[in-house]
């Protein structure tokens, strides 16, 4: 295990629903992301957020809202989502968001908008 | 912008052979590099990191070597087993910390 968790590990929902992914880290780590992973494509950075602040916004559609209560807890708040939204979301943790440390990911959440 | 990619989308090897993940990027100005490793069901996972002012690191079984002039990245992995199957991908980090991810390269061995 990578002391990265997600929840929920599948998720299907009508693009009416709104729905929130959960990630905690037990790293002890400052940094956390958001990443977007579809098939046969580069993993797509979403967000950053570093001591709670968020630091990076990467485009992202405002269907997608991310919440960062602590450096321990990362939610992704979804809401009218599109089919093409469909994607395995990943979380990950890192010292801080200098980016010369590794990232630790979670499992990820397996997400599909039908 | 940014382009880092593989030469290969799939390899396959026999098991106690190597295998070598070949990786190519495009800003001359990037200073970190990592390959991870992502088993079916689950997230990345980091395998080894090399820095711009390096042109080998190893690791336990591998190897990764930067050639800076052609800006080519490889894994190299060291007597490879089944549970080395896997997709595996590179990312570089340029100057403002800013990573960028290829499109990986599905392992599989050959028992």
């Known amino acids: 295990e990578t002391g990265v968790t997600q929840t929920p590990r599948h998720l299907v929902m009508g693009m009416t629903n709104k729905k929130s992914l959960k990630c905690e880290q037990h790293?002890?780590?400052?940094?956390m992301y958001w990443y977007k992973q579809s098939a046969k494509k580069p993993l797509e950075l979403m967000f950053v957020?570093?001591?709670?602040?968020?630091?990076e916004n990467n485009s992202v559609p405002s269907r997608f809202s991310p919440e960062c209560p602590n450096s321990s807890h990362l939610f992704l708040h979804l809401h009218t989502l599109q089919p093409e939204d469909s994607a395995l979301y990943l979380c990950?943790?890192?010292?801080?968001?200098?980016?010369?440390?590794?990232?630790?990911f979670g499992p990820g959440t397996r997400l599909t908008v039908t | 912008g940014e382009s880092v990619g593989l030469h290969l989308p799939t390899l396959s090897v026999q098991e106690g052979d190597n295998s070598i993940i070949n990786c190519a990027y495009s800003n001359s100005a990037s200073d970190y590099f990592i390959w991870y490793k992502q088993e079916s069901g689950k997230g990345p996972q980091f395998i080894i990191d090399i820095r711009s002012n390096m042109d080998k690191r190893q690791g336990q079984r591998v190897t990764v070597l930067l050639n800076k002039t052609v800006k080519h990245l490889s894994l190299q992995i060291a007597a490879t087993q089944p549970g080395d199957s896997a997709v595996y991908f590179c990312?570089?980090?340029?100057?403002?910390?800013?990573?960028?991810f290829g499109t990986g390269t599905s392992l599989t061995v050959i028992p």
């Open positions: 957020y570093n001591f709670k602040e968020q630091t």
């Open positions: 990950a943790s890192s010292q801080d968001d200098r980016g010369l440390y590794e990232q630790y």
């Open positions: 990312a570089e980090v340029n100057t403002g910390n800013q990573f960028y």
């Open positions: 790293l002890g780590h400052n940094a």
